[in-house]
């Protein structure tokens, strides 16, 4: 017993552990003020779903982890902060999650290809094996030329590995519109925005948005990343976990609890009636 | 003080019904003996046997309780000390990601290894700031910030913290990519503003406008920025980092300077205020570096703050109490006869 007890003295240590790193991307573009997803019963924009789904994410994530992010539109990638520990600051990260706004928005329209590609550079720079999760809508505005993929071909020399999120709704519906102030003063009209070049002079709808799913599986096979569609706030992190973006890296681990269970073990042991054969 | 202790591995606790194990009278090491009746009493014995059954039962609580993992949790206590909430406003467009010049000397074309070592040490106007912002931050940590970055947009990306970090990694962040090229110093502005409404009072409060051109700020906005810095009662301080040797001297305003110029105009407006307001002059990071010294040596006037006390784990204590425990019961255990040889 006492030999037990002694191994109680048992330091933490450091042991090997698969830790998540993520780099998140949100797309801030008007696009993403569409309310046509839901969020616990109600109806919420996609940029809404998607700080929730944030939120999610670093409450799930395992101590050691860390999250950081990013915003894009137009044609930038904004780096706001660097990877954090989701537990040391969590609390820091959950207000400053709460600041995530369309009215950060510097240009109205935006290219979903170079924020990815823009991402990916960013993750490099800030290196330790950070993976990159963008979600979006897809929705490219000004639109594509047919033929275009949106996204610079050039992406060697990067290993970043990550996953691009979808997220809205099935139907097209109307882009609202916002002024200065992020105050919605009614919806984007067919003139007021540029129609597909591949329409033929014809009206492609650009006013509408819809989850362009199938633009951002195009994007993400060409840089080699996973997609995913999210409906609820916990998709996100259920989907980052299976998809074991991980890396492996020592954490201090207390393991005290192995020797004192069994210092435990013990002394019970010795009080565990024992039914007397009788003989 | 108790109702503040938590555990961090509750479900260790679904074990405590084993320390009622002791008390169970059956043993596995009880001894067969014919007839019980026959034995002498033994008064000694008995309070050894009670005593060695209350040591076993406060061991297993221990064991227990120290798996656990009980502790304080996190507290904050209200403490005064010396410090200002600082909202830095920090100009995010491409701008400032070229490099500050010095001495009015551009780096030109490289002629020798001396020179390739001086350019090295060429530094963007943003790479100095997160240097001399990163150093009031390690200075002061006792001081409250937030971080608001400005182009087109304002962005913020940090709330007033205590968390010293995650400043510092939103400052770490500025340098990764360009920003775009236009500014819109208003809503950069309103927007730090906006960070100090509904917040109690709790000492002097800053804005710490960074930038290295000037705006226009049109009639609604300069009414905006007016009222709110009034209403919540903050000093501003505008760092103005010259871009070029020809970039007005705002400090000398007053006397002979184009006031037809973006960045005299606004020093006017800001001066026009109705609250403190100072401006100062940075060419190269060192005078960058004074000025931040120079408001912090300012600001140093008393500022309520929680201080957070993390928490503290009490688990060693129990695992401790349980091995002393465990070597009385050894030491007690000798005391017994383990068979009738």
């Keep these: ?9 048992l330091p933490t240590v450091n042991l090997k552990r698969p830790v998540h790193n993520y780099q998140l991307t949100f797309d801030i573009s008007q696009s993403m003020n569409v309310e046509d997803v839901k969020l616990d019963g109600k109806t ?19 101590c050691g982890s860390k999250v950081g992010w990013s915003v894009f539109t137009g044609q930038r990638n904004i780096t706001l902060l660097r990877p954090l520990d989701v537990c040391e600051h969590y609390d820091g990260l959950s207000a400053s999650l709460a600041l995530l706004d369309g009215r950060m928005r510097w240009f109205n329209g935006s290219s979903v290809g170079k924020g990815l590609h823009q991402s990916l550079r960013a993750a490099n720079t800030i290196g330790n094996e950070t993976a990159v999760v963008l979600i979006s809508d897809g929705h490219e505005a000004p639109p594509l030329r047919p033929g275009q993929s949106g996204i610079p071909k050039k992406i060697a020399g990067m290993d970043v590995k990550g996953m691009v999120i979808g997220v809205g709704g099935d139907s097209p519906v109307p882009i609202p519109k916002t002024d200065n102030l992020g105050r919605v003063i009614g919806n984007w009209l067919p003139h007021e925005v540029m129609q597909s070049p591949g329409g033929g002079g014809r009206n492609t709808r650009e006013e ?72 | 003080m108790l109702a503040n202790i938590s555990f961090d591995k509750l479900p260790f606790l679904l074990l405590l019904p084993l320390v009622l194990l002791p008390l169970i009278s059956h043993r596995r090491d009880a001894l067969s003996y014919s007839w019980t009746q026959l034995l002498p009493q033994d ?29 304080r949790s996190e507290t904050h206590i209200e403490r005064i000390g010396k410090g200002a909430e600082i909202s830095i406003v920090m100009d995010r467009s491409s701008s400032m990601d070229a490099f500050i010049h010095r001495n009015g000397a551009n780096p030109g074309k490289l002629t020798s290894k001396q020179d390739y070592v001086a350019v090295r040490k060429q530094m ?24 608001t970055l400005f182009n087109s947009a304002a962005m913020r990306v940090t709330q007033f913290t205590d968390d010293i970090s995650i400043v510092q990694a939103a400052l770490d962040a500025s340098d990764i990519g360009r920003g775009p090229s236009k500014t819109n110093m208003g809503r950069g502005l309103l927007a730090a503003i906006e960070a100090f409404e509904g917040r109690s009072y709790s000492g002097s409060r800053v804005i710490m406008l960074v930038s290295d051109g000037g705006a226009k700020l049109d009639a609604k906005i300069r009414e905006a920025i007016s009222e709110g810095l009034k209403r919540n009662n903050i000093s501003l301080y505008f760092i103005y980092i010259e871009s070029s040797p020809n970039s007005p001297n705002l400090e000398l305003v007053g006397t002979e300077v184009d006031s037809t110029l973006e960045e005299v105009a606004l020093h006017k407006f800001f001066s026009g205020l109705d609250v403190e307001y100072q401006v100062f ?46 070597g009385l019961l050894v030491l007690l255990s000798m005391t017994q006869r383990v068979n009738w040889q």
């Design chain 1, 1 to 9: 017993m006492l030999f037990m007890a002694v191994a109680i003295f």
């Design chain 1, 44 to 62: 919420v924009s996609r940029l809404n779903l998607a700080k929730a789904a944030a939120q999610n994410l670093i409450q799930e994530l395992p």
């Design chain 1, 208 to 279: 509408l948005s819809s989850l362009k799913s199938k633009h951002l599986i195009a994007l993400s096979q060409v840089v080699g990343l996973e997609y995913h569609e999210i409906k609820s706030a916990g998709d996100m992190a259920s989907a980052l976990f299976d998809a074991k973006l991980t890396k492996i890296a020592e954490s201090p681990v207390d393991l005290r609890w192995i020797p004192a269970l069994l210092a435990l073990l013990c002394v019970c042991w010795r009080f565990v009636p024992a039914f007397r054969r009788i003989t």
């Design chain 2, 43 to 71: 008064p000694v014995g008995k309070y050894v046997e009670w005593l060695w059954r209350l040591l076993a039962l406060l061991t297993l609580l221990s064991i227990i309780v120290g798996l656990a993992g009980p502790g």
């Design chain 2, 124 to 147: 963007s106007k943003n790479d100095v700031l997160r240097e001399a912002l990163g150093w009031l931050l390690t200075k002061r940590p006792n001081n409250r910030y937030a971080l």
């Design chain 2, 281 to 326: 002059q940075a060419a190269d990071p060192e005078s960058l570096t004074k000025a931040i010294q120079r408001i912090d040596e300012q600001q140093n006037l008393p500022l309520t703050y929680l201080e957070r006390i993390p928490r503290t784990d009490y688990s060693q204590w129990f695992l401790i109490s349980a091995m002393i425990l465990c």
